[in-house]
């Protein structure tokens, strides 16, 4: 069975500039996050999707950071204009979202963010 | 609302001896607890999860946890620690309705030789 997939894995860009992440979760999987991990801090979390309706936007940045979900399957993430702060590692997670598999996330590898 | 805090940032251990990982949790509901597993530039990979069955869970690669609801604490323990155990491990609540994550924030493991 295929994994969460991410691209790209490093990007590196200039303050004020703009940047895209995609994922493409596991097949059949619901529910679909994308969490920020700073380094030295665990995941938070920045958008949760079920389908493609937004459950939870609680802690995105909405001024610069958006994301979308459009057909329920794959996402992208968009972070624009970039702020030094912005350095992360941005961790995409999918889940079956119902049942004994809620709670249980797939993580792909994350997209590692510089901002210079 | 519902939190959880890890108590060591870095736990430094040699091979061969026990690892202990403490995690204590707070929940306004019956919380569901996981521990998961991060590598070296990798995501992050489950060990094992409570779900309110038995209260001592084992997990992948001899970890297990003990879930004590009077103590809300979740600890993650492994007897013989292995150099691949070097990574950082997260301890996570979540209730069952909404389906939100808590992460704790992490503790490192160094393995001596």
């Known amino acids: 069975e295929a994994g969460v997939a991410q691209s790209p894995r490093y990007k590196i860009i200039e303050k004020r500039q703009s940047v895209a992440f995609w994922c493409n979760p596991i097949s059949g999987h619901a529910t679909l996050y994308w969490y920020q991990q700073i380094l030295g801090q665990g995941p938070k979390l920045l958008i949760q999707f079920q389908n493609n309706g937004v459950v939870d936007d609680s802690q995105l940045p909405k001024d610069r950071f958006s994301a979308e979900r459009l057909k329920g399957v794959d996402s992208t993430l968009k972070i624009q204009p970039a702020k030094l702060e912005d350095s992360a590692v941005y961790l995409c997670?999918?889940?079956?979202?119902?049942?004994?598999?809620?709670?249980?996330?797939?993580f792909g590898e994350g997209s590692r963010l510089t901002v210079l | 609302a519902q939190s959880v805090t890890q108590l060591d940032s870095h736990v430094s251990v040699s091979e061969g001896t026990p690892v202990l990982l403490r995690c204590n949790y707070s929940s306004s509901y019956s919380p569901s607890l996981f521990w998961y597993v991060q590598h070296p530039n990798k995501g992050l990979q489950l060990l094992l999860k409570?779900?309110?069955?038995?209260?001592l869970v084992k997990g992948i690669n001899g970890f297990e946890a003990e879930f004590k609801k009077s103590e809300t604490s979740f600890h993650l323990t492994k007897p013989s620690a292995h150099m691949s155990d070097a990574a950082e491990y997260f301890c996570?609540?979540?209730?069952?309705?909404?389906?939100?994550?808590?992460f704790g924030g992490g503790t490192r493991v160094l393995v001596k030789p």
């Open positions: 997670a999918s889940s079956l979202g119902r049942g004994t598999g809620a709670g249980e996330l797939f």
């Open positions: 409570y779900t309110s069955a038995a209260t």
């Open positions: 996570v609540v979540t209730v069952a309705a909404g389906n939100k994550l808590t």
